[in-house]
């Protein structure tokens, strides 16, 4: 299963200052900082959520409504789509964007079709409205990378497809109909791995991420069980401590002991796995984003991280868990900065 894992990751910071800079955020609900974006740039709304400082001369329309603390209602359902909004698509900057193709499951998804709307200047992820259906309640991590810690303007495909598992040939998904690893992969293939015009990615311009694993583990009790299309800069996101989570916690210690031992075996397979794989593909660039780590500390030393509860679950203040598996988007917001740090310096 492990031979089928590739990824590709963009994320970098955009700082709150008078004047935003080029790239930077300008407005959108629950933002707070500056709406006046650097010279040479002005703001454009992409959605009701984020507005970005984008090159070139302001236009009447592009000026974004004034930024709201008010989130507009969502279902925690990761099938429910959010209210469409307007998004305008600015110039594309000198020497293009910088491309990010991603795979994995729920805590990845936001609903991208590869046949709609593609992502273009203005709007980053083409289809759905942002923050697309996730599993989050409203942003995943996938979205404050992309749309908030970045640097640059970065345009993501977003193949995600919640319930996935690496192959539904070894390992069955909840229900048929679900777009397993390999799925995602052969949509890639055909349409954005063949560089067409609308995606003119190259291999210093794009990132490859895969967050999967934990629908392996959850559906089977085992891991034991490549072609890279121009692709050299990999991020492997490794199984997060689920064993932890409320729907675990329900099925009791043993049970939770059990699991846990799967989780370590597949995260080390993965390290050894990547290594191997960097070491036969010259030129490329591997990155491993320890969720496990992270998410160990957070459910330890939750009042650190600013969560009161870490055990059950629920939409109010304070929570993790949003349900008895997928954590809340202020937890997500947490992985996406943990990669900003990770690949930041390095990557765009």
Known sequence: MMQ????????????????????????GIGYSGSITCASGSYCVKQNDWYSQCLPGTAAPSATPPASSSTKPSSSSSSSTKPASSTSSAGPVPTGGPNYWFSFGDSYT????????TLPTPGNSFGNPPYPGWTSANGENWIDFATAKNNKSLV????YAYGGATIDANLVKPYTPTVLSLTDQVKQFLDGAAKKPASTQWTSANSLFSIWIGINDIGNSWWTDNGTTAGARNF?????????RSPMMIAQGADTQAAEKIVIDRFNSKLATRTSSFK????????????SNALFTKIINSPAT?????????GTSAGYFWLNDLH???PAHKLFAD???????STIW
């Open 338 to 344: 943990g990669i900003k740090t990770l690949i930041a």
């Open 327 to 329: 954590p809340t988007s």
């Open 235 to 243: 991020l492997f996101l490794n199984v997060p401590p689920v064993d």
């Open 305 to 313: 991280y600013g969560f009161t509860d870490v055990t059950s679950y």
């Open 4 to 27: 089928s894992l590739g990824f590709v990751v963009a994320a970098v910071v955009c700082a709150v200052s008078a004047q935003q800079p080029v790239w930077g955020q300008c407005g």
């Open 109 to 116: 998804q936001t609903g991208f079709d590869p046949l709609s």
């Open 155 to 158: 345009l993501t495909y977003n």
């Open 279 to 290: 070491s036969s593909h010259a030129g490329v660039a591997t990155w491993i984003w320890d």
